[in-house]
C-alpha cells in the first residue's frame, strides 16, 4: 500500500514564476492538508482540502490555491512566486474530516525560488 | 492565540541512557497535542498523540509523553535512547475549541536530537 506521494521531489523557479505541486493521498484517504516548511522551522499549516472543496485556511495569501480531484488526488498552486516561498512543501492526507484520525505525511517538494 | 514552544533547538544523548525533549503549549481551550518525527529526506512521521484520558502516552518506537496540564507541557521521552532515534522532532497542538473538521495544527520549530554511540 502506497503512502501519501508528492511529486515533484525538487523544483527550481525564478521570482515571478508560477508552480505547481501534486499530491496523491494515501490509498482509503479522502482529506488532504499542505503545509509549507521553511527552513529550520516548523510546518505551517495553508489549507485543507475535503470534497473537492477548501475547506481551511491558515494566514497564507491567495498567491497560494489549491484543487482537490475526483480520486482525492490534489494540486497546490503558488503565483507569482517570491524569495521567501522557498520551503519543503508537505502533503498531508486522513480518512475522514475528524481531526482525531491521524495524517499521514508524504516526503515533500523542495521549492527553491531564485 | 495558540502556541507551541521547543526550548532546545538541539538535544545529545548517549546511547542507551533516557531522553527527554521538552514542548510547552499555549491555548484557549483544551489542548490535543501531537509528536512527529522527521528524518532527512522524509515527511513527517506520526508518533504518538493526546486526546484526552491518561497522562502518559505510548506511541510509536518505543517513545512516550506524559501531558501536565498545570505545567502546559508535553515532554517525549525514551528509557532507552538508539543512535537510529537520531532525527528531526516536532511538538504539535491543536486547540479543542475549534471544530473538529479544522485539519490546523500548530506545530513547534522543532529540536533536532543526536544520540551519540
Known amino acids: 500500500d502506497a503512502g501519501v506521494t508528492q511529486s515533484p521531489t525538487h523544483l527550481i523557479k525564478t521570482r515571478g514564476q508560477q508552480v505547481t505541486l501534486r499530491c496523491s493521498p494515501k490509498?482509503?484517504?479522502?482529506?488532504v492538508s499542505w503545509y509549507q516548511q521553511a527552513l529550520g522551522q516548523g510546518p505551517q499549516f495553508i489549507f485543507q482540502?475535503?470534497?473537492?472543496?477548501?475547506?481551511q485556511r491558515g494566514n497564507f495569501p491567495d498567491r497560494f490555491s489549491g484543487h482537490q480531484f475526483p480520486n482525492y488526488s490534489s494540486e497546490l498552486n503558488v503565483n507569482a512566486l517570491l524569495l521567501g516561498d522557498s520551503a519543503l512543501y508537505l502533503c498531508?492526507?486522513?480518512?475522514?474530516?475528524?481531526?482525531?484520525?491521524?495524517?499521514?505525511f508524504g516526503p515533500g517538494t523542495r521549492l527553491t525560488v531564485l | 492565540a495558540q502556541s507551541v514552544a521547543q526550548p532546545e533547538d538541539q538535544v545529545n544523548v548517549a546511547e542507551g541512557n533516557p531522553l527527554t525533549v521538552k514542548c510547552t503549549y499555549s491555548v484557549s481551550g483544551n489542548p490535543y497535542l501531537f509528536w512527529y518525527v522527521q528524518y532527512p529526506n522524509r515527511g513527517l512521521q506520526f508518533l504518538l498523540k493526546?486526546?484526552?484520558?491518561?497522562?502518559l502516552v505510548k506511541g510509536s518506537y518505543g517513545f512516550e509523553a506524559e501531558f501536565n496540564k498545570s505545567q502546559t507541557s508535553f515532554h517525549l521521552k525514551k528509557p532507552s535512547a538508539l543512535v537510529s532515534d537520531s532525527a528531526l522532532y516536532f511538538c504539535?497542538?491543536?486547540?479543542?475549541?475549534?471544530?473538529?473538521?479544522?485539519?490546523?495544527?500548530?506545530f513547534g520549530k522543532g529540536t533536532r536530537l543526536h544520540i551519540l554511540p
Open positions: 493526546y486526546i484526552t484520558g491518561d497522562n
Open positions: 498531508a492526507s486522513r480518512a475522514g474530516e475528524e481531526f482525531y484520525n491521524e495524517q499521514f
Open positions: 490509498s482509503g484517504h479522502d482529506t
Open positions: 482540502y475535503y470534497e473537492e472543496e477548501e475547506r
Open positions: 504539535a497542538v491543536r486547540d479543542s475549541m475549534w471544530e473538529n473538521r479544522d485539519d490546523k495544527i500548530i
